[in-house]
């Protein structure tokens, strides 16, 4: 025990930071601690009092560095390791969350001047409010066919770092200006920990526009505003380090807030969904990762680069070195659960999960458990939250058929279940049919709680589905990377191979079931090219209504 | 005061049969009592023991009489009148509610060799297990390309005289042997006041496939089974009676039951959906009624006879003599709002209702009602009990397209509100494009208490809503006919401007909204004939799959 050697992830969620011990021969995990950011999410009004307008999110850097302070020394205590034998500390962060800074990395929100500039703080990946510029950015790459678009499926996000940065500019002049890097969170907390400004290839490809070595052009960016041209040159263009790499030293400052070794490895930061593929032993071609929580991120290596239709992006190195890395999404799947848990399910109910302490969503999964495929005689669409991949289309919204008196709650919830299995193979059948092959699908995310629905996801996809076995998916993927940014191991997949953990082939299609959802499946492809390739645009056209309605009223939408 | 006169009426309904006093003169209700089935509806076991299979529906004819015997004599000392001044009663039924008796009259269950045999008992409208001989007769008829099929929307129903019959036949040979009348029980009751058997001209049409005097031939009877080649001759066919006329007059028994005069005129039976158009003053040609409760019939007299796409039927004096009566259906209504109330609303809506002392369909009515055309972005397919008219499908379902994360229980009850409001303007554009002209709009039923759903329906229409002010729409509908019968007026037109009572124009459209409608309106068409006719039938395949799934798993259809 006494040649142990440890390493520390440390994962920057939405809400908190999770700090994990894990040791680096066998990834066994043997600590951790979670501090909750004071501020949270911003979206009323700054720390100092100023309101915000709709649509925003805003975090406070310094929640970043208490979680340093405060939940890696508590996750080394519990792990009751020696902090001596830590080798080094890794990161991963929600994305695109970015903040302006000066050239020292201090945070323009912590400069008395700018403390009360709402664009001086963090920008949060969940805000919305530059849509507008997003919009333009991609009318304008449709018009110029920029040769980057089709590598996010022909969509920029509102999210990404180009449109949050343009808002900047166009709301906040004097904040663009005193900004000398735009820094993606995931790429500050290291610079925090280490002194050196290293930007990751995995944000820098998924947000920020960086293709085959570039960024959009001067033109480009003097085409959506003037004062824009100089964006990348001024504040974004920054050395590229790869996944797994060392960014640095542990500093002084960040040992002593930490309590872990002056000078262990710092390795290059990541995002969240991306890091869990290590986790998960997921890092050779073929293996696809699915994170199920609100929505689902699809994470997937490869050897090839194909223009796979609506995927959230391709990236050289985006999860592994030498590998093209693919992201896939779904909008919305366990928050339309909880929507539909929420607002769909009567009191009976309720009263019936609470008296017998259970959720209700527990209750619902228990009666549908029951039914055979297709027993509810409904099909459902998935797309409460637009549909990300493979439409790209925010727009579109959800549709259930086949409702009758009979129809129970558990039923649409069982429906609803399926649709979001039936938009997972979707998925895969797009890489597929793009030459781009699938061998493997593991999941991973709070939503692998739920047996049933990952019974029907291996039902629905007739594949075996593998299941991540650990609750901390990013934060042992950030520990592996730290492991070989430490040199304990030669590369991400040595590691994930000892260090990562993975039940395989957890759940097996069953023939008869998987028969049964090809027929349903047949419908919801139907259904879905009906209403979401252009057949039948009623859902842009309800938006529409209901924006002209809502505005008449003078009504806010909710 | 001496000088006054009175009538009758007796609304035979589902699970209770109701009796009204109203005054000749001007049709005032002047008392009214109700009688609750003992036996109800016999769906598991016959009072002898029994068990019935499923989607069995049977009656016990004693039940109705007992509402002679029971709730006229409490109605007339309710009304506190004379019962010498009483001058005439009618009744209206349920239909095709049927049953089989003997020559003069009794019913077979009545004869205790048959007592123990369901076929010998009174079939309910709702006895839905003859569908299987209901789809023989649309096929044999399609194919042999039957006259009277068209006047039917091109569909017999399981419900009507035939299919129920010919049931009787091939399940229970010995009770069809002994059957010498197959007589709706809204002439049973007319044969048990007046001692005289007349068929009336409105069940005989709409659920006797009675037209232009003459029935389905002996082939056709033949070639559906060779037993059933002289049904009609031996057991259906009989004088009709056209509606208002006098069937007979009060024997000395039934005025024991009742109490009133021996000798007074007793109508001519009829349907409690056609009686209401007098009570509602809409008799004219065009003047169409449309009585909402769980589900929608509209009745509408015309000067024309055309094949109107999708009718339930037209009949020749089916509402009053010397008109074409049209019937047009929505096979669900308020039992889909129901449906919607019971399962689809959380438990702080019901918590919130219960507390303010209001229904769950008051809140949600209150809630939505405060929207603007469009705002929730919604639009939804009211089919979840099929499709009568237009589409005469009973295989399609329920459809909600624009669900997103911000939709509210209130935001889907609005919209299936709406859906059922869209489903009226089909039927009143397809009567217009079939040259049968519309008038008026007049409602009546539990519906019409509803005042957003009203106005909802003004709106999607963009006619005035006329409403029948009066509870007991059938009831008054039948003391006008029997006002007819006793020969008070010279026809049920002039009887009804005389008693019946409408506000009339009660809702008036707004243009404004009504515009706003018109898109949502294109949207559900879209939706209609997509779904509907043919482009997806999902929803059959849906149907079939669930059929399927049940019937391997073991399990009965709910």
Redesign the interface.
């Known amino acids: 025990m006494s040649n142990d050697r440890y390493v520390v992830g440390v994962d920057f969620g939405t809400l908190s930071g999770r700090a994990l011990v894990v040791r680096v021969s066998d990834g066994a995990e043997l600590g951790s601690a979670v501090y909750e950011y004071p501020h949270a999410v911003v979206t009323d009004a700054l720390p100092a009092g100023v309101a915000l307008p709709p649509e925003w999110a805003l975090q406070v850097p310094q929640d970043y560095r208490e979680v340093l302070r405060v939940a890696v020394p508590q996750a080394v205590r519990a792990a009751a390791v020696d902090p001596a034998a830590v080798v080094g500390i890794a990161t991963d962060f929600t994305a695109c969350t970015v903040l302006p800074t000066t050239a020292d990395g201090t945070p323009l929100c912590e400069l008395p001047a700018y403390a009360d500039r709402p664009h001086a703080y963090v920008k949060l990946w969940r805000h919305h409010a530059a849509q507008g510029q997003a919009d333009r950015i991609n009318e304008l790459a449709r018009r110029r066919g920029e040769a980057w678009l089709p590598r996010y499926g022909g969509l920029i996000s509102s999210e990404w770092e180009f449109a949050k940065a343009l808002q900047v500019l166009e709301e906040d002049p004097e904040v663009y200006a005193a900004t000398e890097r735009w820094v993606e969170a995931a790429d500050w907390i290291v610079w925090q920990l280490c002194g050196s400004y290293v930007r990751n290839a995995c944000t820098a490809g998924y947000k920020g526009i960086r293709q085959d070595g570039r960024y959009p052009s001067p033109e480009f960016l003097a085409a959506l505003a003037p004062g824009f041209a100089r964006f990348v040159v001024d504040k974004l263009e920054h050395p590229i380090g790869q996944l797994g790499e060392v960014a640095g030293r542990l500093t002084a400052q960040a040992a002593a807030w930490t309590g872990l070794p002056e000078g262990i490895a710092v390795a290059v930061g990541n995002i969240d969904a991306h890091v869990t593929a290590p986790a998960a032993q997921a890092t050779e071609p073929g293996q696809l990762v699915a994170i199920m929580g609100t929505s689902t991120c699809h994470v997937m290596s490869s050897t090839v680069l194909r223009e796979v239709p609506g995927m959230c992006g391709v990236v050289d190195g985006g999860i592994v070195p030498g590998l093209w890395g693919y992201e896939a999404g779904q909008s919305?799947v366990g928050?339309?659960f909880g929507?539909f848990t929420?607002?769909?399910?009567?009191?009976a109910y309720?009263?019936e999960a609470t008296e017998r302490g259970i959720s209700v969503h527990e209750l619902l999964t228990e009666r549908a458990a029951g039914?055979?495929?297709?027993?509810?005689?409904?099909?459902a669409l998935d797309w409460?939250?637009g549909n990300r991949s493979v439409l790209v289309d925010h727009e579109l919204?959800?549709?259930?058929?086949?409702?009758?008196?009979?129809?129970?709650?558990e039923d649409t919830y069982r429906a609803l279940l399926e649709a979001t299995a039936f938009g997972t193979r979707v998925i895969l059948e797009t890489f597929r049919d793009s030459g781009v092959p699938v061998s493997e699908v593991i999941v991973a995310g709070g939503l692998t709680r739920n047996r049933l629905l990952m019974q029907i996801y291996a039902d629905v996809t007739r594949m075996p589905l593998s299941v991540l076995a650990s609750e901390q998916g990013p934060a042992l993927g950030a520990a592996i990377h730290a492991a070989v940014a430490a040199g304990a191991y030669p590369d991400i997949t040595t590691a994930a191979k000892a260090m990562g953990r993975v039940a395989r082939a957890a759940y097996l299609p069953d023939e008869e079931r998987a028969a049964?959802y090809d027929?349903?499946f047949a419908?919801y492809l139907?259904?879905h090219d009906?209403?979401g390739r252009g057949t039948?645009p009623?859902?842009k056209?309800?938006?529409e209504?209901?924006r002209?309605?809502?505005a008449?009223?003078g009504?806010k939408?909710?």
């Open positions: 919305g928050d339309i929507w929420r607002t769909g399910v009567p009191a309720e009263a039914q055979a495929v297709g027993e509810h005689g409904l099909v409460h939250s919204s959800g549709v259930v058929v086949g409702q009758t008196l009979a129809t129970r709650p049964a027929e349903l419908e139907t259904l009906y209403f039948n009623v859902m056209r309800l938006k209504i209901r002209s309605a809502m008449a009223a009504r939408e909710n």
